[in-house]
T-cell receptor
Framework: DAKTTQPTSMDCAEGRAANLPCNHS???????VYWYRQIHSQGPQYIIH???NNETNEMASLIITEDRKSSTLILPHATLRDTAVYYC???????????FGTGTSLTVIP | ETGVTQSPTHLIKTRGQQVTLRCSSQ?????VSWYQQALGQGPQFIFQ???????GRGNFPPRFSGLQFPNYSSELNVNALELDDSALYLC?????????????FGPGTRLTVT
């Protein structure tokens, strides 16, 4: 599975959009981009995933560049409860495991 | 809430002892994966079970073993506990074929080895 690079930490003002970047320059054509988040000492929570096209659900939007070498997770209106560690993961569609890095620690500031 | 439950919540064991952790998967999910998360690190894949058979294993020694039952619940067993085994142990379940879909995590079991 391709490796991902994320900033160690980010801050975002409450009510503003949080844009979390992820680089995955070695991604292959059969690899999906997944995003999970983990609130302190809880189990990781699935957010969204995509292959080529941009995706949106009730939690977030995922923007994948045309060359698929990077992506951005967008939380449209960040709340204090969005403070968490966000993991960007690239996974082979036939793979059976997720490779978590150290993620981005997002702090939403009042 | 993902519908994945784990027990116990917390556990303290002594070095050299054995421990069994339990996981109940979400209804309809036939695949269970186990992860170890040390403090300050991302989760590390231990192994996965699909329909009661091991379906992939990470870089963990044989003293980490598991089982999956006909109702798709699962156990993680760790023998000869070491201090470095202290971690949050996470179970994740997923539907469909061999966990190729998104995985839903339980709250974890915090194991402390003294």
């Amino acid at each position: 599975d391709a490796k991902t690079t994320q900033p160690t930490s980010m801050d975002c003002a409450e009510g503003r959009a949080a844009n979390l970047p992820c680089n995955h320059s070695t991604i292959s054509g059969n690899e999906y981009v997944y995003w999970y988040r983990q609130i302190h000492s809880q189990g990781p929570q699935y957010i969204i995933h995509g292959l080529k096209n941009n995706e949106t659900n009730e939690m977030a939007s995922l923007i994948i560049t045309e060359d698929r070498k990077s992506s951005t997770l967008i939380l449209p209106h960040a709340t204090l409860r969005d403070t968490a560690v966000y993991y960007c993961i690239v996974r082979v569609v036939t793979g059976n495991q997720f490779y978590f890095g150290t993620g981005t620690s997002l702090t939403v500031i009042p | 809430e993902t519908g994945v439950t784990q027990s116990p919540t917390h556990l303290i064991k002594t070095r050299g002892q054995q421990v069994t952790l339990r996981c109940s998967s979400q209804s309809g999910h036939n695949t269970v994966s186990w992860y170890q998360q040390a403090l300050g690190q991302g989760p590390q894949f231990i192994f996965q079970y699909y329909r009661e058979e091991e379906n992939g294993r990470g870089n963990f020694p044989p003293r980490f073993s598991g089982l999956q039952f006909p109702n798709y619940s699962s156990e993680l067993n760790v023998n000869a506990l070491e201090l470095d085994d202290s971690a949050l142990y996470l179970c994740a379940s997923s539907p469909g074929d061999r966990g190729r879909n998104e995985q839903y995590f339980g709250p974890g079991t915090r194991l402390t080895v003294t």
